[in-house]
């Protein structure tokens, strides 16, 4: 099974750029193959990486709901959960040592529970074909109650220097805690940071039981890249958010051995 690395916080902490290099950290250094795994349903990650989706797991889901496919004759001699399984693979998006498949919404109202293609589910199933699978998660604590992750070898939670983002980080760290979800290792990563980190944080998040993994500069040239259409991967190796990301996981690995 590959190495899970999953990536949490609140919203607009820059969690999909978070992921998006550390996908391309893994890629540049041949740590390949990967399976990039979009958990939110706006699903952004393939913006990032330069990929395009089609179909999501979402989607398809409404799909076999639909009276039409249902009524398929050659549906009839599956389960429906085997039809979700083998429809899974036309939402995998392979690409150049990465492979991409996004969730989408996944949850509505009268979904078949037992049916539901859960996250959970379809990393079983291919994250034996993977060396890394990186998972860039929905904002907030829902992800982690239901436990959607499964088993996780490091979760970068991200924060912004703000009391509410904080607070969200501690939550998620408590919860995953009390829930005795399967992470072996967290991390806090801080981003966006503007000058030096106050001396009072670190020994906040210490107190709060979390392993400072760095922080990540705000980077002003980020900003030019936001605007453009280009992917994670036109932003040059020199710039500051990059450099910053190819520490905090090189620090990482010396921790818990990543790699």
């Given at each position: 099974?590959?190495?899970?690395?999953?990536?949490?916080?609140?919203?607009?902490?820059?969690?999909?750029?978070?992921?998006?290099?550390?996908?391309?950290y893994?890629?540049?250094?041949?740590?390949?193959?990967?399976?990039?795994?979009?958990?939110d349903?706006?699903?952004?990650?393939?913006?990032?990486?330069?990929?395009?989706?089609n179909?999501?797991?979402?989607?398809?889901?409404?799909?076999a709901?639909?009276?039409?496919?249902?009524?398929?004759?050659?549906v009839?001699?599956?389960?429906?959960?085997?039809?979700?399984?083998?429809?899974?693979?036309?939402?995998?998006v392979?690409?150049?040592?990465?492979?991409?498949?996004?969730?989408?919404?996944?949850?509505?109202?009268?979904?078949?529970?037992?049916?539901?293609?859960?996250?959970?589910?379809i990393?079983?199933?291919?994250?034996s074909?993977?060396?890394?699978?990186?998972?860039?998660?929905?904002?907030?604590?829902?992800?982690?109650?239901r436990?959607?992750?499964?088993?996780?070898?490091?979760?970068?939670?991200?924060?912004?220097?703000?009391?509410?983002?904080?607070?969200?980080?501690?939550?998620?760290?408590?919860?995953?805690?009390?829930?005795?979800?399967?992470v072996?290792?967290t991390?806090?990563?801080?981003?966006?940071v503007?000058?030096?980190?106050?001396?009072?944080i670190?020994?906040?998040?210490?107190?709060?039981?979390?392993?400072?993994?760095?922080?990540?500069?705000?980077?002003p040239?980020?900003f030019?890249?936001?605007?453009?259409?280009g992917?994670?991967?036109?932003?040059k190796?020199?710039?500051?958010?990059?450099?910053?990301?190819?520490?905090?996981?090189?620090?990482?690995?010396?921790?818990?051995?990543?790699?």
């Amino acid at each position: 099974m590959g190495r899970v690395i999953a990536i949490a916080g609140k919203g607009g902490v820059g969690k999909t750029t978070i992921a998006g290099f550390i996908i391309r950290y893994l890629k540049e250094r041949s740590f390949v193959p990967i399976l990039a795994v979009d958990a939110d349903p706006s699903t952004n990650l393939n913006i990032t990486l330069g990929m395009e989706v089609n179909e999501t797991i979402g989607s398809i889901r409404e799909k076999a709901r639909s009276p039409e496919i249902r009524d398929e004759p050659f549906v009839n001699y599956l389960a429906l959960i085997d039809y979700l399984e083998l429809m899974t693979n036309y939402a995998l998006v392979e690409g150049e040592g990465i492979d991409l498949i996004a969730m989408g919404r996944v949850e509505g109202k009268g979904c078949y529970c037992a049916a539901n293609a859960s996250l959970r589910d379809i990393l079983k199933r291919l994250s034996s074909n993977y060396r890394y699978v990186v998972i860039d998660n929905e904002a907030g604590l829902e992800h982690i109650s239901r436990q959607a992750d499964g088993k996780v070898d490091v979760m970068f939670i991200i924060s912004d220097l703000t009391q509410k983002g904080l607070m969200t980080v501690f939550r998620i760290n408590s919860l995953i805690k009390e829930l005795e979800n399967e992470v072996e290792k967290t991390f806090l990563i801080l981003n966006k940071v503007k000058g030096e980190v106050p001396p009072s944080i670190p020994q906040i998040i210490h107190d709060q039981g979390l392993t400072l993994g760095g922080r990540i500069m705000e980077d002003p040239s980020f900003f030019e890249y936001e605007l453009s259409k280009g992917s994670i991967f036109d932003i040059k190796e020199d710039t500051t958010s990059y450099r910053d990301i190819s520490q905090i996981l090189e620090n990482v690995n010396k921790i818990c051995g990543l790699w």
